[in-house]
């Protein structure tokens, strides 16, 4: 499976935008990128997914680079709810349904 | 409507003793997954359902671990006997059928999180 590499931690302050990186220059084709986010003392929730055009939710927005290499998701206005590992997850369109987690991205929002 | 139910929140055992965990999927969800989350790290599947059939075990432990899904809704993981090192948390997820990877949404319970001493 294509592998994904986030910043361990990051920090931004409560009521700015957020933007999370996460390269994945092995991309295939046939790969969605989707983001997870995990709460503590909770299981991961499901944020975002897209395969090529830019997507926006009530969520949050997924930034994806032209060439598929790397993407952001972009939280407008972070709050102290926001707080939470971030996971970046490449899934193959056609193939099994396992997710494959990396350690994510441990975001704290500072008030 | 309800989300995946799990059961209990927490569980503190001695090793060699057995454990079962319980999860309740999303009404209407076939897919059934057990995952396994190791301090600091990512969700780790164990085995996945479809309906009553395991179709994917390969991460399953099958030496002291053991899951089943007999009517193909709820479903249940044990550890027969635990030691320390399955100390984790233990979360369920589900997803609608029919999906593939691409498209597909796991709804995750809120884990067990499981002490061995």
């Known amino acids: 499976d294509a592998k994904t590499t986030q910043p361990n931690s990051m920090e931004s302050n409560e009521e700015e935008p957020v933007h999370l990186p996460c390269n994945h220059s092995t991309i295939s084709g046939t790969d969605y990128i989707h983001w997870y986010r995990q709460l503590p003392s909770q299981g991961p929730e499901y944020v975002i997914h897209g395969l090529t055009s830019n997507v926006n939710n009530r969520m949050a927005s997924l930034a994806i680079a032209e060439d598929r290499k790397s993407s952001t998701l972009i939280l407008h206005r972070a709050t102290l709810r926001d707080a939470a590992v971030y996971y970046c997850i490449l899934r193959d369109w056609g193939r099994d349904d396992k997710i494959i987690f990396g350690k994510g991205t441990r975001l704290h929002i500072l008030p | 409507e309800a989300g995946v139910v799990q059961s209990p929140r927490y569980k503190i055992i001695e090793k060699k003793q057995p454990v079962a965990f319980w999860c309740n999927p999303i009404?209407?969800?076939?897919?059934l997954y057990w995952y396994r989350q190791n301090l600091g790290q990512g969700p780790e599947l164990l085995i996945r359902y479809e309906n009553e059939e395991a179709v994917d075990d390969s991460q399953l432990p099958k030496d002291r671990f053991s899951a089943e899904r007999l009517k193909g809704v709820d479903s249940t993981l044990k550890i027969q006997p635990a030691e320390l090192g399955d100390s984790a948390v233990y979360l369920c997820?589900?997803?609608?059928?029919?999906?593939?990877?691409?498209?597909?949404?796991?709804?995750f319970g809120a884990g067990t999180r499981l002490s061995v001493l």
């Open positions: 997820a589900s997803s609608l059928p029919g999906l593939a990877g691409g498209m597909n949404i796991q709804y």
């Open positions: 009404s209407g969800h076939n897919t």
